[in-house]
């Protein structure tokens, strides 16, 4: 099992329907099956995660306004929330190009210290309910 960030850019749309419809998208067959990905959003130009799941089967709902964008969507289950949590503390263990280390084509995050910081932050901002930007 790896470990990685979907963003969502700045799409709010996008990243409550992934949440509603328990559906992660994306543009290359990065994922696996049994993969924990925490979803993000970029929110007044902070990216922030609110929620993680773990990626299931492939599928063919494609519930985004853009979803000609994305050739590979997977079910999420085992949703966990939390309140949001600014991300860019990411930079500590991936340098000034943390973004493009972590979040860029959902890449596996290789960095155990990275992965200890967003399920540290994430369990310390749990939340039983989604928390609506």
Known sequence: MNTRILHCGDNLQNYNL???K?????TNLSPSVGDLIYLAVKVNGISYIGARGI??????LKPW??????KFTFTLSNIEYCKPFNISGLAQFGG???AAKYLQS???????PAVAFLNDQFINNHSEILIKF
């Open 18 to 20: 992934c949440i509603e």
């Open 22 to 26: 328990a559906v992660v998208g994306f």
């Open 55 to 60: 990626i299931g089967t492939s599928t063919n």
């Open 65 to 70: 306004p853009n979803s000609q964008n994305y």
């Open 96 to 98: 000034s190009y943390w």
């Open 106 to 112: 959902s890449k596996a995050i290789k960095d155990e």
